[in-house]
Every structure is written in structure tokens, then in C-alpha cells.
């Protein structure tokens, strides 16, 4: 599967702006579908944001309307691609460890139909990372 590196998290305060990115390892099919997750401690990973190749896009109703997610789609493989969530208005309930997801094109009717984001859709994850608001 393909390997991804999330990176751009960090120590931010309450109404800050911050953007994380995901990058992949090698080629990805732009008609597959790429999301983000978090995990705060003691909490069940929870799906934010997902994306499909025709651009399409899905938020949980926790996220909607601050964060936002955007992908650079691999040309070939010396453009590996790359996913983005820019999040506004940062509260210190988002405070989490990040990860980015990849599934396949089979993904984002699934969250479409069922209204949910699960991490059992998603077939490979980045090592995570940390947002921490106060």
C-alpha cells in the first residue's frame, strides 16, 4: 500500500489558523479517495474530511464550515500528490493526533450513503500529527 507523512501540526492557540499536509510515497491513482482523521487520547478515531478524484467533498458535522480539505493530485510518479485540511478557527476540542487516510474509489459513496467516515474504509494510514490548541 501506499506509505503517507503527514506533517504541520503543532502548539497553537484557541482561534488560530493551521494547515497540515499528507504526503504520499509513491503514485497514487487520482480516482481514489483521501480523508483525514484524529484521535484525541481516550477517544475512538474520528473521521473530519474526505475527498474524492472529481473533487467531490464530505465533512463531519464537528469540522464543517472551519476545515478544510484540498489535494494536489499525483501526475506521474515523479508527483506523488498531496493532501491538505486547513483549519480555522481552532478550539481546543480539535486538539488530537492527525492522521491521513487513503481508500478506495469505493470510499466516498460509502460515506455518502451511510453519513459517517469510517476508518475501516480506509486501507492506509500516516504515523499521525499533533495538533494541540489552548
Known amino acids: 500500500h501506499v506509505q503517507l507523512v503527514e506533517s504541520g501540526g503543532d502548539s497553537v492557540q484557541a482561534g488560530d489558523s493551521l494547515r497540515l499536509s499528507c504526503a504520499a510515497s509513491?503514485?497514487?491513482?487520482?480516482?481514489?479517495?483521501m480523508a483525514w482523521f484524529r484521535q484525541a487520547p481516550g477517544n475512538q478515531r474520528e473521521g473530519l474530511a474526505a475527498?474524492?478524484?472529481?473533487?467531490?467533498?464530505?465533512?463531519?458535522?464537528?469540522v464543517k464550515g472551519r476545515f478544510t480539505i484540498s489535494k494536489v493530485n499525483a501526475v506521474n510518479d515523479n508527483s506523488k500528490g498531496t493532501l491538505y485540511l486547513q483549519m480555522n478557527i481552532l478550539k481546543a476540542d480539535d486538539t488530537a493526533l492527525y492522521f491521513c487516510?487513503?481508500?478506495?474509489?469505493?470510499?466516498?459513496?460509502?460515506?455518502?450513503?451511510?453519513?459517517?467516515?469510517?476508518?475501516?474504509?480506509?486501507?492506509?494510514w500516516g504515523q499521525g500529527t499533533q495538533v494541540t490548541v489552548s
Open positions: 487516510a487513503w481508500g478506495p474509489t469505493s470510499a466516498m459513496p460509502a460515506i455518502q450513503a451511510r453519513g459517517i467516515m469510517s476508518p475501516l474504509w480506509f486501507a492506509a
Open positions: 509513491e503514485y497514487t491513482e487520482s480516482s481514489d479517495c
Open positions: 475527498i474524492d478524484s472529481d473533487g467531490a467533498t464530505d465533512y463531519a458535522d464537528s
